[in-house]
């Protein structure tokens, strides 16, 4: 066996489900925040698990599907039927991997050289003249820029660092003369105020309104408590009068400052 295979496979036994562990209410709570759909980066399926807990009770009840669009043809067609099927009464019959996911480890978008694969090479810094020469060369690109452009979209545990997407964001601010006008939503982790309102700013340029939360560190940088996502996510459910089989904030409030 091949150390290709072996990598392969270490892969795809990383980052499918484990017995044991599946999606958390946070999860649950995402899905009924009401979007028309749902894009990932990930690799796992918590979000389909997720997705298919909160509709087994519906009598249309169909699980949810993980479409790849790193796949070759001729599975390009599933992409196109989820963007179609876009919409406000969209049951998430789909969510969409656009670096793909577990069971195509092959596919999956993790080093530069995968990323320049699906996104093509960036310009350089300061060749902006070239790189809007060729915006959409790549179904990455053309997807992408689809969905920027024609849905307001929350992005949530993102960290809005990845150069070709934030080079996409670009792309649609000088293709439409955007400037700054805010286009797109974020919710972000901060460490300091000083962190936060560079973030703040960085982001506001590219068309961004960002939604903090604050990161506490437990001992060590790699040790981080990101409870404040979870306990922003209840509230916006609780907003929205959905119940999400969640402790109730006063409980985790208190669960956070014993951490």
Not at 51 to 59: E, I, Q, S
Not at 93 to 100: A, F, N, R, T
Not at 144 to 167: A, E, N, Q, R, Y
Not at 169 to 185: K, M, R
Request: charged share 25%; with cysteine; hydrophobic share 35%.
């Amino acid at each position: 066996m091949s150390r290709e295979t072996d990598y392969l496979k270490y892969l795809e036994r990383t980052f499918k489900p484990q017995p044991g562990k599946s999606h958390q209410p946070f999860h649950r709570a995402l899905i009924q925040l009401g979007f028309c759909g749902i894009v990932t980066t990930n690799y796992d399926i918590l979000l389909e698990l997720a997705v298919d807990d909160v509709c087994a009770g519906k009598n249309t009840f169909q699980r949810c599907n993980s479409i790849d669009l790193c796949l070759h043809k001729p599975y390009k067609f599933r992409v196109f039927e989820f963007l179609r099927e876009l919409s406000q009464n969209n049951d998430h019959l789909g969510i969409l991997h656009i670096h793909s996911w577990y069971e195509n480890p092959d596919r999956m978008i993790l080093t530069r050289k995968d990323y320049q694969r699906a996104y093509g090479e960036l310009s350089s810094e300061g060749d902006e003249e070239r790189e809007q020469k060729r915006p959409l060369d790549t179904i990455h690109r053309k997807v992408i820029w689809s969905l920027l452009t024609m849905h307001p979209i929350l992005f949530v545990g993102f960290s809005m660092d990845d150069k070709f997407f934030t080079k996409m964001l670009e792309i649609v601010q000088a293709d439409f003369d955007l400037g700054h006008d805010p286009a797109h939503y974020a919710i972000i982790g901060y460490h300091s105020e000083t962190e936060r309102d560079m973030m703040f700013d960085k982001l506001k340029s590219k068309g961004i309104t960002t939604i903090f939360y604050q990161i506490v560190n437990r001992g060590t940088s790699s040790d981080q408590n990101h409870d404040g996502l979870i306990r922003l996510v209840f509230e916006l459910a609780n907003e929205l009068n959905i119940h999400v089989g969640a402790p109730d904030l006063r409980t985790l409030n208190k669960k956070m400052l014993e951490r």
